[in-house]
């Protein structure tokens, strides 16, 4: 089911593409769910998706905060000591990320299209490297990576940082925000998108709550619902797909 808000006839097509990473492109939210229902689990808590609409798409250290502040445990376990704990299951976990349904699709539908695209991820590039080992092919396609301890990125989503850095990289200089589109699964991410004054798809967890989808101009609930016609990119040419 789609839903678009912004309308298509006052819009300027979309010439370049930025992609969200966790939650978007990877199957990795679910990762860090895990680890931290284990953690809470000690202190005989446990995570709702209250608490993960505040944190995904986060920096670490900032979404560690929010963590060990919002379920009231910051005075038996500090936001440095959380982001510790939980590295030794991540790093096991993250090279089993797989891409999420309609990625592979759409990314080499871009690419054989010349649609220039990045990623711009909250992720550390440690983390980074990780997650993406098994997918060269797909992170090939992208002109290049923004990852969340860029020196460039000086706060996190929700603040614009990363989507602005993002698309100075492109070749070209500086663009016009509004010919960019950026999909996000997070609603820090969507806020992220809009104060850069970019358009952005939202694709989120079918368990965050929907009033979280109002700022998208787009909300699908998958990836391979979307449809490039309606944003002025190059259409799917096996329309079965
Ligand atoms: O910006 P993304 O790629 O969603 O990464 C955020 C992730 O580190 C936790 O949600
Ligand atoms: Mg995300």
Same mark, same amino acid.
């Given at each position: 089911m789609a839903n678009s808000s912004a309308d298509m006839s006052v819009r300027e097509p979309i010439t370049h593409v930025i992609f969200d990473m966790d939650g978007l492109l990877l199957d990795t939210e679910k990762f860090y769910t895990e680890v931290q229902e284990l953690i809470l689990a000690r202190f005989n808590k446990t995570f709702d998706w209250s608490l993960k609409a505040k944190m995904m798409g986060k920096k670490a250290l900032e979404a560690a905060h929010v963590f060990v502040e919002e379920t009231g445990i910051s005075g038996s376990l500090s936001a440095e000591k959380f982001l510790e704990e939980r590295e030794e299951t991540l790093q096991k976990l993250f090279p089993t990320a797989e891409l999420m349904p309609g990625v592979s699709h759409l990314v080499k539908h871009l690419h054989e299209n010349a649609i220039p695209m990045c990623v711009a991820t909250g992720? *550390?590039?440690?983390?980074? %490297? *990780?997650?993406?080992?098994?997918?060269?092919?797909?992170?090939?396609?992208?002109?290049?990576?923004?990852?969340?301890?860029?020196? %460039?990125?000086?706060?996190?989503?929700?603040?614009?940082?990363?989507? *602005?850095?993002?698309?100075?990289?492109f070749k070209g200089g500086p663009l016009d925000p509004r010919k960019v589109l950026v999909f996000e699964d997070a609603p820090s991410g969507v806020a992220a998108a809009k104060n850069?004054?970019?358009?952005?798809?939202?694709v989120p967890d079918p368990r965050l709550d929907s009033s979280f989808h109002e700022a998208a101009d787009e909300v699908l609930s998958s990836l391979s619902d979307f449809n490039p016609s309606n944003w002025g990119l190059p259409p799917f040419k096996d329309v079965s797909s």
């Open positions: 992720t *550390l590039r440690h983390h980074f %490297e *990780l997650k993406t080992q098994r997918h060269g092919e797909i992170f090939s396609m992208m002109h290049h990576v923004v990852v969340g301890d860029d020196p %460039e990125v000086k706060k996190g989503k929700p603040s614009p940082d990363i989507f *602005l850095a993002a698309a100075k990289r850069a004054g970019m358009y952005v798809v939202m």
